[in-house]
Structure formats: structure tokens, C-alpha cells
């Protein structure tokens, strides 16, 4: 069907404000990325899930970060106490087999 | 530290002329990945590469895998070509991302 998709798409959060990121993966697709991209740069790792195991989340920025993906498919990310270095797109990325790579959208998110 | 590095990092270029953006990484891979970025963010997978060469329409795209470096060719481009191109390979465990060239195509 649809391609990857998240939501919200744009979202501002007050310094200090908890935000919950949403990614819902093509059916099927057993492998979920999440990157974080700032402005002008490329997208960094953040976390990967195979199914509903997070196998790797040494790209994750400090411990504000957790993400999960309970049911192997939606995932969220969530971000506690938001700080201002915490703006930028957050990208969710689905695959089949781990090489390949299909992308949301993005959600922006702006802390003020 | 880079583990991709793209060039260049900014491109103009007029409507109709043969466009190339380079990219080399210093981790051995088993994939590259040719990515398109539109304003607002959105993705979209161009190429993948193990191997040699791929052609698109207008787009082909080179890897060297001695050399660690892979190119993009964008043929007879036009206003609608205009996006960020970024660069990501595989390792096997994990991708990394060039920060992309932002190409305007001018008509």
C-alpha cells in the first residue's frame, strides 16, 4: 500500500516539553531506522529495530531519547525534557532487507 | 569525523547541462545509496550500488569500489532536478549520510 509515514509532520515543543514521533513502516517491512537530521547536514543514526527487537541505539543522543517499536510495526520515538539542540527533521526508514532503505516524510520539530 | 564526504556541497547549474556530484568514503561498504531530498524533507531512494554503473532516465550513477568513490550523473538537467543530493552507504551494520549537494537548476 502507502509508503512510510509519520506523524506529526511539524511539531513545536516548549523547552522542557515531552514530544512523542510516530512512524508507521511499509507492511511488512521488518527493519525500522530513525534519524535525526539538522539543518544543512545529513541525516544521522539514532536507533534500529529488526521486528520488535531495538538492536543497535548507540545513535541516540542522551538518555531524553528512547524508542519503541512494541508490536514490530508502529514505532514512536520520544523525546523527554526537549531542549533546544534537540530541533531538527526526524526521519523514519523502513526496509525489507537491511540495505535497502524506504523513507518517511520526516517530522520537524522546533523547541522554542 | 566524515565517513562520507560529498562534493560539492553547493551546485548551479542552467537548464540543459550534464551535472556530476561526487561523493567518497573512507568504511568498506556493501551498498550505496543515491538519495534525493526535496524541500520538506521527504527522501527518495535514486540508486543503489555494489557495483559498476546503473542508469535511471537521466540519472546514472558510477562506483569505483578500489577507489571508495561513487559519482552522479544528472543528463540534459532541468528546474525540476533541483533538490539535495546525498550520498549514504551501508557498512553492513549501519548507514552513513553525506550532508548532501544542493543543486538549483536554473532555466
Known amino acids: 500500500g502507502a509508503g512510510v509515514s509519520q506523524s506529526p509532520r511539524y511539531k513545536v515543543a516548549k523547552r522542557g516539553q515531552d514530544v512523542a514521533l510516530r512512524c508507521d513502516p511499509i507492511?511488512?517491512?521488518?527493519?525500522l531506522f530513525w534519524y535525526q537530521q539538522a539543518l544543512g547536514q545529513g541525516p544521522e543514526f539514532l536507533t534500529y529495530?529488526?521486528?520488535?527487537?531495538?538492536?543497535?541505539k548507540s545513535g541516540l543522543p542522551s538518555d531524553r531519547f528512547f524508542a519503541e517499536r512494541p508490536e514490530g510495526s508502529v514505532s514512536t520515538l520520544k523525546i523527554q525534557r526537549t531542549q533546544q539542540e534537540d530541533s531538527a527533521v526526524y526521519l523514519c526508514?523502513?526496509?525489507?532487507?537491511?540495505?535497502?532503505?524506504?523513507f518517511g516524510p520526516g517530522t520537524r520539530l522546533t523547541v522554542t | 569525523k566524515n565517513e562520507v564526504e560529498q562534493s560539492p556541497q553547493n551546485l548551479t547549474a542552467q537548464e540543459g547541462e550534464f551535472i556530476t556530484i561526487n561523493c567518497s568514503y573512507s568504511?568498506?561498504?556493501?551498498?550505496l545509496h543515491w538519495l534525493q531530498q526535496h524541500p520538506g524533507g521527504g527522501i527518495v531512494s535514486l540508486f543503489m550500488?555494489?557495483?559498476g554503473k546503473k542508469k535511471h532516465g537521466r540519472l546514472i550513477a558510477t562506483i569505483n569500489i578500489q577507489e571508495k568513490h561513487s559519482s552522479l550523473h544528472i543528463t540534459a538537467s532541468h528546474p525540476r532536478d533541483s533538490a539535495v543530493y546525498i550520498c549514504?552507504?551501508?557498512?553492513?551494520?549501519?548507514?552513513?549520510f553525506g550532508t548532501g549537494t544542493s543543486l538549483t537548476v536554473i532555466p
Open positions: 549514504a552507504v551501508f557498512t553492513g551494520n549501519q548507514f552513513y
Open positions: 507492511s511488512g517491512h521488518v527493519s
Open positions: 550500488l555494489s557495483s
Open positions: 529495530f529488526q521486528n520488535e527487537a531495538q538492536l543497535d
Open positions: 568504511v568498506g561498504i556493501s551498498a
Open positions: 526508514a523502513s526496509s525489507p532487507i537491511r540495505y535497502e532503505q524506504y
